[in-house]
């Protein structure tokens, strides 16, 4: 479903130029939850942009479904990725002076007309993500946990195989990390779309498949806990 092959990026900084990506190789099945782990700075939330075809590798492949997203024209990659591709930002990114029913549609917005069976989806989302009531409120009224709420109904509006989360929890206290976890993993059951989410969280990276062990630039170690030294290796690689 996703594939990626040697992919490079670097960001000049100054006059220096930096490569935060030195030669990631990464294969996810249709219908994986994977989850991305490392330290900060170590290139995480780039490799997600790439994922997502809101920036392209300098070297390499990404394959998502049948396509090669990094050799698309910038136009065809946007339509591809508002179809495809959801994405959780790390800080909600909602627009803060529309209410939680415009943010939730925007991206239909961005493609189109809103239909009624769009209308539908969207209230169906809402009441999925526990928001009934709240459609008309505007989201810089929300709390955080309400506002990630959104971010998640809106990158799932237009129903795509893939969903990005970057560290949909970070902000959040445990109870309220434990609810989004619970929503992300409950569409993930109904819908089956592949998930890959970036996390320091281990309780969170927990629910995953798999974890992508992520160090300067490159994948080290993917481990699952079908793995003897599931447990102890994690440990080790966070602290
Ligand atoms: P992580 O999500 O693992 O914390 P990032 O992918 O956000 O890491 O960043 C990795 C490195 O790349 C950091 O040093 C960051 O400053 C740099 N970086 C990321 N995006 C850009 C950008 N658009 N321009 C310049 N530098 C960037
Ligand atoms: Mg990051």
Redesign the pocket.
């Known amino acids: 479903m996703i594939s990626v092959q040697n992919v490079t990026k670097s ?1 000049s ?1 100054g006059h220096e130029q ?1 490569q ?1 990506l030195k030669g990631v190789d990464l294969d996810i099945k249709q219908g994986e939850f994977v989850a991305v782990m ?1 330290p ?8 997600l942009q790439l994922l997502g075809g809101l920036d392209i590798p300098d070297e390499g492949t990404i394959e998502i479904g049948e396509e090669r997203i990094e050799k698309m024209k910038e136009k065809e990659r946007t339509i591809f990725r508002r179809r495809n591709v959801g994405f959780v930002f790390q800080n909600y990114q909602l627009l803060q002076n529309l209410n939680v029913e415009e943010n939730i549609a925007f991206p239909i917005h961005a493609d189109g007309t809103l239909k009624p069976s769009d209308q539908k989806r969207i209230n169906g989302l809402i009441k999925a993500v526990g928001l009934s009531g709240l459609e008309k409120k505007r989201v810089n009224l929300l709390s955080g946990g309400q506002q990630q709420r959104v971010a998640m109904a809106r990158a799932l509006v237009n129903n795509p195989g893939v969903l990005l989360a970057d560290e949909p929890t970070g902000n959040l206290d445990r109870a309220k990390a434990e609810e989004i976890l619970a929503l992300m993993v409950s569409f993930h059951r109904n819908d089956n779309q592949t998930i890959v989410m ?1 996390t320091h969280d281990i309780f969170a990276a927990g629910f995953a498949d798999r974890i992508v062990l ?1 160090k300067d630039g490159k994948v080290e170690r993917i481990i699952s806990r079908k793995d003897d030294d599931y447990a102890e290796y994690l440990a080790n690689f966070m602290a």
């Open positions: 960001f900084q930096s935060v490392g900060s700075g170590s290139g995480k939330s780039t490799l970036v992520f």
